[in-house]
């Protein structure tokens, strides 16, 4: 403990956020801050940020959508912060793509497309691609 005195505001953090809706886990991991001046604080509160997103969120509805369900059940579940481009769809074969727009409040660093698939009226997967 002679290390830290003197230094009253060292931390040690370790925030882990774990997604239910798939198998990852994502993780954020901040060792040691021995000095927490303005820059190491606004660092972190971005980390804290990033953790719960709305983004999250979207993958979580999305991947919660029972395979089978009509268009019209969908959309009614559509949550307020996701915006799906109904009007615009990418057909292939006999898939048919509805992107998600936006995502309000998203902080998704990576800026992933993503899709809605449905076969004819029926929904099939959510689909993410760079």
Same mark, same amino acid.
């Given at each position: 403990?002679? #290390?830290?005195?003197?230094?009253? %505001?060292? %931390? ?8 239910h809706s798939a ?7 901040? #060792? ?6 303005? *820059? ?5 509160? %971005? ?13 979580e509805w999305s ?24 009007? #615009? ?15 309000? !409040?998203?902080?998704d660093m990576q ?8 076969? !004819?009226? *029926? ?6 691609? *760079?």
């Open positions: 403990m002679k #290390k830290y005195q003197g230094n009253p %505001l060292f %931390l040690k953090l370790t925030a882990v956020y774990t997604s198998a990852w886990i994502r993780c954020i991991m901040l #060792k040691q801050i021995e000095y927490m001046n303005p *820059k190491y604080l606004v660092m972190l509160l %971005l980390l804290i940020a990033a953790c719960n997103n709305r983004y999250n969120q979207m993958i991947d919660g959508i029972e395979i089978g369900s009509s268009m019209e059940q969908v959309r009614r579940g559509q949550p307020e912060y996701v915006k799906v481009d109904w009007q #615009k769809p990418q057909v292939f074969e006999n898939e048919t793509w509805y992107q998600i727009v936006e995502v309000k !409040g998203s902080t800026e992933m497309n993503n899709y809605l698939v449905f076969i !004819g009226t *029926k929904y099939q997967r959510r689909i993410a691609m *760079k």
